[in-house]
Structures are given as structure tokens and as C-alpha cells.
């Protein structure tokens, strides 16, 4: 195998500078928030609330401007039947954002939390928030397999480089800085990354449509040249569920630690929602090369270039469409510059997965559940720690499944199914309680998983109307496939489902308790009747930072346990006035 000089000092010399970057960052942040008494533990995880706008904006914007973002936009606009009709993710991603931003940001960000899983542990309970942490970490972890899977893949294609030694080298240093720094080596790194993506993919777009090979993509948006047009179709047989998957990247793009983990970071609660509107148009633009790129694959008459006559799509390699444009249509030296911006991509997305996940298992399972009187030195210890193990899961899943998309397309719809309703529960529905959280969780978990998941092999047991059988045969060897493909909108009706179950739930349980139907001694879960639950945490736990601009947080009562989940007043968190008693004697920061 001839490895590419060239192509292996670029990469070398882009990893030293992230690297150098992310070290910088940390040192640069060492003391951050040590005056105001913050933790060093949620500086760790919220970079000490003090992330400005510049950062900010990038940080979040390369939230979703991963190498699947990039690579998956490609591909559905270069494949055949497909093209831009159906590439959603920059259209739905950003939607989420400003979704995001109207609605979740300044209630989460008001009330001074540190993850994601607070709010679910204040008003459910520390087993509830242990159960929703299962699909959240799943999200997490197997993003970040796919994302590294991709980029072994992408370097093998333009550098000839061995995938595994790709795959742990982007690993090992992504988890370095992480670990080092947190989140200021993560949002530091992201403004240089999401850089080199811009900057790698706009200086290969023109020399990529300027090849001999590669007709007018004017043309070919709408006219049939080498292959179906790339601006694509829907057909009204498809149109739910084209509605379905749009849904669940607009809605399910929001209930992520990633996202969270910017809009606490933020200074103000007005702060994190322009971060969520400067990256909702951050997506937008930085989709436009990957659409090109798509374009242009599907304008190519491959029997001209060095990849031979058998087009991508023959060879099921319509995923790797981008490093393939960049390899073929590009001289060597600006096919590199794409190689790093694909690296930057990748990595970007791979550093704030893991360090998001290592933040909820150090705070919500073993601060909160288990070890409510660890020190701030522990619990730092216990992120770091998770930080290198659950990197390394992540490396080993890129490395050893075949099927690791296929994990993630199922956790990512589990993310949509089961935590996006019981967020907007918890947020916005004045009353719901432990027992509607676990109906509405088995009930999304059971209709989403009855649907079946095609890249898993998993076969459904419910066939809902409009469902169809799909014969898939592989172009060079032969084989067979039955697909079963299911045009209802089965996933959105399953959080739906999954919403009014919790409601529903809820508001039974609480008048079997209240009206003496079902014993006090049936509530098991202390969600109810009990007013000094152990189950339930006060507000003062969860709240605990003096750099929180108060006139933005809800009133907070010494003794929040009294009031029951029942109690939970929402649309305090909306409010920008401090209405409680002593609100004038507060200082602002």
C-alpha cells in the first residue's frame, strides 16, 4: 500500500495544530471560574458559564457540522432517486436549533442547570434520570463510532492510510484535549475545525467543477445526463415518510447533551438562545460545498476519471461520494485540504460527544444517584476517567462492528421517541410525575422498536399501513436482500404516543393517590404523597453557581422538595422577573 507523503504530513501537521489548540485552551482556562467559587468539575462540563459569542457560535454551529453531516449530505444529493429533496439534515439540524433556541434554551438556561438529565432527576427522581441517561449515552457513544468509522474510511480512500491507525491516532487525540481541558479545549478546537472545514471544502468545490469530467450541475440538476437528476423528487407514496424523518431530525436534534452542554455554557439565558439562531444559520452555510460536492458526483462521467468506469453507487460507495470527488476530480494537493476539512469535521463532532457523555454519568448517575457527598476533586476524576473509557468504547466500536450506523440510527430515534417528549413533560406540563416518565418511556421504546430498523437486520412486529417489501441486490456480487420498508410515520406517532402516556400516566396516578383510591403505601415511587422525598431533589442541589444572572433565574425556594412534582410551576422558568420576596436585595452579576 503506498501511503500519500503529502497527504500524511497535511494530516500530521493538522493534528499537531488541534492538538496545540486544545492544550492552549486548557491552559489558557485553568482558572477559570475559580473566583467565583464555581467547581472545577462544572467548569469542566459548562465552561464556567462564561463562553462568549464568538466561541459560542462556532462551538454549537460544529455541534452538527460533523463528518456525517457533511458526508450525508453529500451522498443523498449524489444518489440516484434521492438527491436534494430528501438531503433533510441542513434544513431539519437548523430548524432544531432555532426550535431549540425559542423555546429550550432559556428555560433550561434560567434555572442554572448543569446537564441535560437535571431536570428530568429534580422532578422524576434519580432512577428516572438513570433510565433516560441509557439512550442519551447511546446517542452519545455510537455518534461517535459512526463519526470515526467515517474518517478511517475517508483517509483511506485519499491517503491510503491503514483505517485502524487512522481511527485511534484522531481517537487518541480528540480524547487528550478533551481530557485535558473539557469544554474549553472542545469549543476552543471547534472554531479552528469548523475553519478548515470551510475553508478545505470551498477551495475543492472549484477545482472539483472545472474537471473535464463532470458536466454543466445547472443541467444536470434537472435533466438526465449520467444519471437521475440530483435535485430529486418526492413521490406522494413517500411524502409521510419524508414528513417523519424530517421531524425527527427538526425535534430529535434537540434533546442532545451536545446542545445543552452550549446553551448552559452560555453567560445568559438570552446569550444561549442567539447561540442557538447564529448556529441554526451556521448549519445552513456550511452545507453548501457538501451540496456541491453531491452535485458534482452526480454530474461525473466516471469512465473519464482515475476511479474507473463502475460508478459509486455500483460499488455501494455512495457514502464516501465526498473524499471520492476529492480524490478524482481534484489535484492531490487540494484533495488534501478537503482530507482536513473532513478530519476537522469528524473530529469536532467526536470530542463533544464524548465529552458529553462523560459529563452526565459524573454528575447525574454517580454524584447524584449514587455519591451525593463526593468532593469536586472525585468527581472530576470520575470525568476524566469516563472521558478515556467511553472514548475507547467508542474506537472499538468503530473498529470491530459493521453495524455501527445502524446503532446509531436507532439510538438517534430513541433519543427522538423517548427523551424529546419527557423533556418537553418536564419543561412545559404543569404536574407529570415518575409513573407517566415510565409509561411514556416504555410506550416510545415498544412502538419504536416494533417498527423494525433495516440496517440492523432488526425485523418489525407491527406492520403499519403503507408498508412495502423492497428487493435489494447487490450490484457486483449478487446477493439478495428483503427489505421491509415502512412509509408510516411510525417514529413521530411513537413519541406522541410517548408524550400523551406520560401525560396520561400522570395525571392518573396522581387522582388514585389524592383521592384515596390506591394506598399510600402503593407509591412506590414517592412521587405523589410523599412531601420530603428522597426521590425528588431541591432546587438549592441543582443550583449552585453565583455567576447565574438572577433577574434570568426562576425563584428558587430553600426547600423545593415540599412542593411535589405535581407543583412544578413552568412558566416561572419563562419569566424574566425575579418575583421572589428578596429579589431586590440580589446583586446582579
Known amino acids: 500500500m503506498a501511503i500519500h507523503v503529502e497527504g500524511l504530513v497535511a494530516i500530521i501537521l493538522f ?47 460544529a455541534t452538527w457540522v460533523g463528518g456525517g453531516y457533511i458526508n450525508g449530505t453529500a451522498e443523498y444529493v449524489y444518489l440516484p432517486g434521492f438527491g436534494l429533496a430528501w438531503a433533510q439534515a441542513p434544513f431539519g ?44 449515552l ?29 481511527v485511534i491516532v484522531s481517537a487518541l487525540i480528540a480524547i487528550f484535549y478533551t481530557l485535558v481541558g473539557g469544554l474549553y479545549s472542545v469549543a476552543y478546537t471547534d472554531v479552528v475545525q469548523l475553519f478548515c472545514i470551510f475553508l478545505g471544502l470551498w477551495v475543492s468545490v472549484p477545482f472539483a467543477l472545472s474537471n473535464p469530467a463532470v458536466s454543466d450541475i445547472g443541467v444536470t440538476a434537472y435533466k438526465y445526463i449520467h444519471q437521475e437528476p440530483w435535485l430529486g423528487s418526492i413521490n406522494s407514496s413517500d411524502i409521510y415518510m419524508w414528513l417523519d424523518n424530517f421531524f425527527l431530525l427538526m425535534l ?22 442567539v447561540l442557538s439562531f447564529l448556529a441554526a444559520f451556521g448549519c445552513l452555510v456550511m452545507a453548501v460545498p457538501s451540496v456541491l460536492i453531491g452535485a458534482i458526483g452526480a454530474s461525473t462521467d466516471w469512465n473519464q476519471t482515475s476511479y ?40 469536532s463532532s467526536a470530542d463533544s460527544s464524548i ?50 450506523y445502524g446503532l446509531w440510527y436507532l439510538s438517534s430515534d430513541l433519543v427522538y421517541v423517548i427523551i424529546f417528549p419527557q423533556l418537553l413533560s418536564v419543561l ?15 410506550f416510545g421504546l415498544l412502538l419504536r422498536i416494533s417498527g423494525g430498523e433495516p440496517y440492523l437486520k432488526l425485523p418489525p412486529f407491527i406492520y403499519y399501513p403503507g408498508w412495502t417489501e423492497q428487493i435489494k441486490e447487490h450490484p457486483l456480487t449478487g446477493a439478495v436482500e428483503h427489505i421491509i420498508v415502512q412509509k408510516f410515520p411510525f417514529k413521530t406517532i411513537s413519541m406522541l404516543s410517548s408524550f400523551l402516556a406520560n401525560v396520561a400516566f400522570s395525571y392518573l396516578f396522581k387522582y388514585l393517590f389524592e383521592s384515596g383510591s390506591l394506598a399510600p403505601k402503593y407509591d412506590f415511587f414517592d412521587a405523589v404523597l410523599t412531601k420530603h422525598s428522597k426521590e425528588n431533589m431541591d432546587k438549592t442541589t441543582l443550583v449552585n453557581s ?3 444572572v438572577l433577574s434570568e433565574l426562576a425563584p428558587v425556594k430553600p426547600r423545593h422538595s415540599i412542593a411535589v412534582a405535581a407543583g412544578f410551576v413552568n412558566k416561572e422558568a419563562l419569566s424574566d422577573e425575579d418575583t421572589s420576596p428578596n429579589s431586590s436585595n440580589n446583586e446582579h452579576d
Open 15 to 61: 493534528y499537531l495544530l488541534i492538538l496545540f489548540v486544545g492544550i492552549w485552551a486548557a491552559w489558557k482556562n485553568k482558572n477559570s471560574g475559580m473566583a467565583a467559587g464555581t467547581d472545577r468539575s462544572e467548569t469542566i462540563m459548562v465552561g464556567g458559564r462564561d463562553i462568549g459569542l464568538f466561541v459560542g457560535g462556532f462551538t454549537m454551529t
Open 93 to 136: 439540524y437548523a430548524l432544531s436549533l432555532i426550535v431549540g433556541g425559542m423555546f429550550f434554551a432559556k428555560p433550561m438556561r434560567s434555572r442554572g442547570y448543569v446537564t441535560m438529565l437535571d431536570p428530568f432527576q429534580q422532578i422524576y427522581g434519580k432512577r428516572m434520570g438513570g433510565l433516560l441517561f441509557i439512550p442519551a
Open 138 to 166: 447511546m446517542g452519545e457513544i455510537f455518534w461517535s463510532a459512526a463519526i470515526l468509522s467515517a474518517l478511517g474510511a475517508t483517509l483511506s480512500v485519499i491517503v491510503d492510510m491503514n483505517i485502524n491507525t487512522s
Open 252 to 273: 430529535g436534534g434537540i434533546p442532545w447533551q451536545v446542545y445543552f452542554q452550549r446553551v448552559l455554557s452560555a453567560s445568559s439565558a438570552t446569550y444561549a438562545q
Open 308 to 347: 474507473g468506469p463502475v460508478q459509486p453507487k455500483m460499488k455501494e460507495e455512495s457514502d464516501m461520494i465526498l473524499p471520492i470527488v476529492l480524490q478524482h476530480l481534484c489535484p492531490s494537493y487540494i484533495s488534501f485540504f478537503g482530507l482536513g476539512a473532513v478530519s476537522a469535521a469528524v473530529m
Open 355 to 404: 465529552l458529553s457523555a462523560s459529563s452526565m454519568f459524573a454528575r447525574n448517575i454517580y454524584q447524584l444517584a449514587f455519591r451525593q457527598t463526593a468532593s469536586d476533586r472525585e468527581i472530576v476524576w470520575v470525568m476524566r476517567i469516563t472521558i478515556f473509557v467511553f472514548g475507547a468504547v467508542a474506537t472499538a466500536m468503530a473498529l470491530l462492528t459493521g453495524t455501527v
Open 428 to 442: 412545559f406540563v404543569k404536574g407529570t410525575n415518575t409513573y407517566g416518565s415510565v409509561a411514556g418511556y416504555i
Open 546 to 548: 453565583d455567576n447565574i
